[in-house]
């Protein structure tokens, strides 16, 4: 039954593609098998383009650029010395956050093929062969990936250069880790080569931390090092993640492609897979600004994959490089329009927190692309930025305007006081693929005063518990107006498991101003068992902050409106239908007006802020009797708490 399943789901997908896409996908497919012969007789590298070597004196510009502007920070802000040096001794101890998941030790030998989380080890064989999903087995691939991204060595290249008193121990533990990396993993064999998009990244963060290191290795450790990243390039070269409709995978091989390429000699291939970074960035960052995955979190990562293929392409070109100005202009401003007074991200769709270069501490903040548009020199990723493009001026002279009020790339976004409240609206993401989506249409994220207020339960895991994660994907895991005892779309058949293609999505949504009142209205025509779903948001500024939230719709059956509250809120009844969601910071009030309504339930839910992680936190949930049309009012009151 299951392959029954598996080969509609790829006869359909190929029907959508047309014959075009379906015959590029099937040569990628093919790919591999095609190389085979070449991978287990060792001969790859024989076979390797004398114009895809990298040159070393390019290695040693790379480093000299990163460390100038890596040691101007330290006079600019002093305290980054320190900031370093914390990261150096991490890494040195040999222990590293994966994901959401807690902490876990840096691999050698088999462990690089290993799930440390839950003992679950790959075997070392060519890399179709890897079954990476495992169904049937309690593991998750993505923490295996994560640390073989190797994002601790630029940790300990940029200890190494700051602090002298660490330079010797962090590059004898460079050398032990990328020795070991490279023999436990030979070229397509073994788990940590079945995803370009992580060959891609790993790519980045062996050669910036190479660079810097570059003066300090012996000329064995470094000719290692250059066959390393031009296996790599080869890889990416060969099995580009490439579908009908691309997104970040592939985007991802064309950063590390271009960032490699940027090492070579060879001006025509440099100008050849720039343009194709530029001409895929431009195509996948929508006019309006918004990524076309249509998941807030994946937009960052990929304006961080835009940044660094730029800074590459900028260090060589930078007249090729200008031409991504205007695309970071619209991917950023388009962010910042439904970020909220801190520079977060609300988590709408998938949010795996994943990063290139691990220099940001939330996969929410987008606080340091910001610096670059205003110039501000004391972010760490924007220093390393400007310190790979060469240049101070790097993206700087980028409008700064945001993106008025609307349904940009599906979400809008509102601010009024200290209230950032964004909704879900709008198509589905991939052009209708939904890879990352929910069924969130309408769903609601509110932050006030710098805090996470009214969330969503984020995403878990893909691969992990697939029950786990249809849950965290449908409509119950979302602040909507449901069916009671129905989700509102049962998903489809992806590529992994299920996925919210077909869901509902929002057939018109925009913002108004109603008096000293702002408005969003949205409408689903169709949302499972139920018709069309009206759903209108309120803000006043007064004293404190009110808005409402009026959802309304025609349905014979019980009806429920669930609302989750973030990490450290308390809920109490304090009346029939009116409840205190109380934090340390927070005090506010919610008031259900407009229906009978059959009663109430305090709930606690697994909030997953991060892939992997797990929040404990309470919810209320509304459930209304009845038939024909309601009208549901969920009032608001929030303040700041004076201590």
């Known amino acids: 039954m299951r392959l029954f399943i598996r080969a509609r789901y790829y006869l359909y997908r190929m029907g959508e593609a047309g014959w075009r896409s379906t015959t590029q996908k099937l040569i990628a497919k093919i790919a591999p098998y095609f190389w085979w012969p070449v991978y287990v007789s060792g001969g790859f590298r024989g076979l390797r383009r004398r114009s895809h070597n990298i040159a070393f004196a390019r290695v040693q510009k790379l480093g000299s650029r990163i460390a100038s502007f890596l040691e101007a920070q330290v006079v600019l802000r002093p305290i980054y010395r320190d900031e370093s040096r914390q990261r150096a001794l991490l890494a040195l101890s040999r222990t590293w956050t994966v994901l959401g998941y807690g902490k876990a030790e840096i691999p050698t030998g088999i462990g690089w093929l290993t799930d440390p989380i839950h003992e679950y080890t790959w075997p070392s064989v060519y890399f179709p062969f890897v079954d990476y999903v495992c169904c049937e087995q309690v593991c998750d691939v993505k923490i295996a990936w994560e640390l073989s991204r190797l994002q601790f060595l630029p940790w300990l290249a940029e200890g190494a250069l700051l602090n002298e008193d660490l330079s010797d121990e962090c590059r004898e533990q460079f050398i032990s880790i990328v020795e070991d990396w490279i023999q436990a993993n030979p070229p397509g064999f073994g788990v940590n080569w079945t995803c370009a998009m992580e060959v891609a990244i790993r790519a980045i963060n062996l050669m910036t931390s190479f660079a810097l290191f570059s003066s300090k290795l012996d000329e064995r450790v470094c000719a290692l090092l250059r066959s390393s990243l031009e296996d790599h390039f080869t890889f990416l070269r060969r099995f580009p993640e490439t579908s009908d409709v691309t997104g970040n995978h592939y985007l991802c091989d064309l950063m590390g492609e271009v960032a490699i390429a940027s090492l070579f000699d060879n001006e025509d291939i440099f100008n050849q897979l720039a343009n194709r970074f530029i001409d895929e960035c431009d195509a996948q960052f929508e006019p309006d600004g918004v990524h076309l995955e249509r998941s807030l979190v994946y937009h960052r990562l990929c304006m961080d994959v835009l940044t660094l293929g730029g800074a590459f392409i900028h260090a060589r070109n930078p007249q090729m490089s200008a031409s991504l100005t205007s695309v970071f202009n619209r991917a950023l401003n388009f962010a910042k329009s439904v970020a909220d007074s801190r520079g977060w991200l609300p988590i709408f769709g998938d949010a795996d927190g994943g990063m290139v270069l691990h220099l940001q501490s939330e996969a929410r903040d987008i606080s340091d692309l910001c610096s670059l548009q205003s110039g ?76 996470d207020f009214i969330i969503d339960r984020g995403c878990h895991s893909y691969t992990l518990n697939s029950s786990r994660r249809l849950h965290d994907i449908s409509s119950s895991s979302h602040n909507v107006l449901k069916a009671a005892n129905y989700e509102r779309y049962l998903g489809r058949e992806g590529s992994i498991h299920l996925t919210m293609r077909g869901a509902p999505v929002c057939s018109e949504a925009f913002i108004t101003q109603v008096g000293n009142a702002n408005v969003i209205v949205a409408q689903i025509n169709s949302a499972g068992k139920m018709g069309a779903v009206h759903r209108i948001v309120r803000v006043d500024k007064g004293d404190s902050l009110s808005f409402e939230v009026i959802d309304s719709c025609v349905f014979n059956d019980q009806l429920v409106l669930s609302w989750h509250f973030a990490p450290g809120f308390q809920v109490q009844p304090i009346g029939k239908a009116c409840f205190e969601i109380r934090n340390t910071t927070i005090d506010a009030y919610l008031e259900f007006r407009g229906e009978q309504y059959e009663g109430f339930e305090i709930f606690d839910y697994s909030f997953a802020p991060n892939y992997g992680a797990n929040s404990m936190c309470l919810g209320i949930r509304a459930f209304i009797g009845g038939s024909g049309h309601r009208e549901i009012i969920s009032r608001f009151e929030v303040r700041s708490v004076i201590n």
């Open 376 to 451: 501000a020199d004391h972010r760490t990723f924007a220093a390393w930025l400007r310190g790979i493009a060469g240049d101070g001026q790097y993206l700087r002279n980028c409008s700064s305007e945001i993106i008025g009020p609307g349904p940009h790339g599906g979400f809008i976004g509102l601010k009024v006081g200290q209230m950032s409240l964004s909704m879900r609206v709008g198509d589905q993401g991939l052009r209708g693929r939904a890879p990352h989506d929910h069924d969130d249409a309408t769903s609601i994220w509110a932050e006030f005063s710098g805090n």
